[in-house]
Structure formats: structure tokens, C-alpha cells
């Protein structure tokens, strides 16, 4: 289980109600955990809290999802294969209360995600413009087999400081029929690291992942190799420096290759 964000937008509905799609955790109500990564068939469970002093109705609601290259997420009905019982699809908090919700679910073939939404309503204030506030929390369930992503699926395609937007791209591909997830991706720098985000790395797939620096890259704070940390192998790289539409190594050695594999 994780408690990592899935991200934030926002959605004016035509419906007079104004949705705020956010992280697991917003305006006192709280979901947990965000992500389940459970076997198939499997059971479940999700906590929702009201820290809020008003009591809220919560509406469920289950979707399937795809994740672009990019990391955008698209949503559209659950899939008919995936079967899925919840405890209630729709209950009252109280304030300062917590509710459980449990499910069962399965899916052939393997591995299968989806996501769980909770709608909260009921909020005292409105927004400037009238409109009522709905709040939208997820809960992603991920069912999974045994076997998972291995190091001979994975391999970084694109490895590159851009030196003079002063960000790194990267690109990893999974190639293998099984799910992954990056615990860690790291930029480093001599003894100097840098952390970005894990992700989730989907079977025959790529993810793009953009690094802002914080500093001016120069001199000897230039990361020169990223690493990403999987749950039970790392693959680590050289990073090449984009200059205009030419590439340069940034430390001589040949471009992108893989680590020691060595265990967390």
C-alpha cells in the first residue's frame, strides 16, 4: 500500500456543483490508503475520515483508468471483466468519524487496476460563485499476480539532462507481460542526489518522466546518473547532456546502460 498522490485537477460541472478532484487527503477528509496492491481474486479495505465539523455523504464510484506515456490518467466505465463488491456504495460520516468500507474483487487475466472514488458532499460553505462543493478522493486497487516486472523487462530508452531548459527527461519501457513500480528514481551527482517520484511502469508500456532542477546546472552539480529503485532490482544509468540538437556524454562513458542490479 502507498501514499502517494494520484495528482490534482479541478472540474466545473454544469450540474451547479463544483468537483475538486484531489489527492487522497484534502479539506479535513482523508482516504486511505491511497493505493492497494493486492493478489487476484482479493479483499480489501478503505478508511474514510471526516476531521471536518460538519457530517458528509459519500457516493462511490468505480472506474477503469489507462496512464499515458505522459502520466495523464483517462477514465471511462469499469471494465465488464472486472467484478467488484463493495461493502455500501454510499454512506454518512459524522464529524470527527471514521468509516470503513470493504470489497472483494477479481479479474481475469491479471494484472488489473482500477480506481475507487469517493464523492464527499454536504460541505457548509459554498464557492464564491454559490455553487456547491463536491469533493472527489481515490483509492486505486491494483490486482496483481506474484510474478512481477524483472529486470530483463526494464530498460531506460532516454536518459538526458537538458542543460538549458535545466531539466531531465527520462524514459523507461517495460516490455514484459507483468505490472512494476518504481519505489524511487534518483539523479546523482558524486555523493549529491536528487529524488523524484516513483511510478507505476505498466506491462508492454513507456512512461516519460520530466525532472525540474532547482539549481542552474553547472560545474560539478550536473547529475550525471539516475538510478530507478524497483522493489527487488535497480537499474541505473548514464545521463547525457542535450545541447541544442546535439548530445554529449556528460562524463565520457557510453550512454545509457544498466546497474549492478544490486538489492535495496
Known amino acids: 500500500m502507498y501514499g502517494s498522490s494520484i495528482g490534482h485537477s479541478f472540474r466545473l460541472l454544469t450540474s451547479g456543483i463544483f468537483a475538486l478532484v484531489l489527492s487522497a487527503s484534502a479539506v479535513g477528509q482523508t482516504v486511505r490508503p491511497v493505493i492497494s496492491e493486492l493478489g487476484n481474486p482479493a479483499k480489501g479495505r478503505v478508511e474514510y475520515v471526516n476531521d471536518g465539523l460538519t457530517p458528509l455523504n459519500v457516493v462511490l464510484e468505480a472506474k477503469s483508468f489507462t496512464v499515458s506515456e505522459n502520466g495523464e490518467l483517462s477514465y471511462r466505465p469499469l471494465d465488464p471483466a472486472i467484478h467488484l463488491k463493495l461493502s455500501a456504495t454510499s454512506f454518512r460520516i459524522q464529524p470527527q468519524q471514521t468509516y470503513y468500507v470493504f470489497y472483494e474483487a477479481s479479474a481475469p487475466p491479471s494484472p488489473t487496476w482500477f480506481v475507487i472514488y469517493a464523492s464527499f458532499t454536504g460541505f457548509a460553505f459554498r464557492t464564491a460563485q454559490g455553487m456547491n462543493v463536491r469533493l472527489q478522493l481515490p483509492h486505486t486497487v491494483y490486482l496483481l499476480p506474484k510474478q ?63 525532472v525540474p532542477l532547482d539549481a542552474k546546472s553547472e560545474g560539478d552539480i550536473v547529475p550525471t546518473e539516475v538510478s530507478f529503485q524497483f522493489d527487488n532490482f535497480k537499474i541505473e544509468g548514464k545521463l547525457q547532456v542535450k545541447t541544442n540538437s546535439n548530445l554529449e556524454l556528460a562524463s565520457g562513458l557510453p550512454s545509457v546502460t544498466e546497474g549492478t542490479g544490486e538489492k535495496p
Do not use: C, W, Y
Open 148 to 210: 512481477r516486472a524483472e529486470k530483463a523487462d526494464v530498460r531506460v530508452v532516454r536518459a538526458e539532462l537538458d542543460a538549458h531548459d535545466n531539466k531531465v527527461l527520462l524514459e523507461v519501457e517495460n516490455t514484459g507481460d507483468n505490472f512494476g513500480r518504481v519505489m524511487q528514481t534518483q539523479l546523482m551527482s558524486g555523493k549529491k542526489k536528487l529524488e523524484a517520484p516513483g511510478f507505476p511502469i505498466f506491462p508492454h508500456s513507456r512512461r516519460v518522466l520530466e
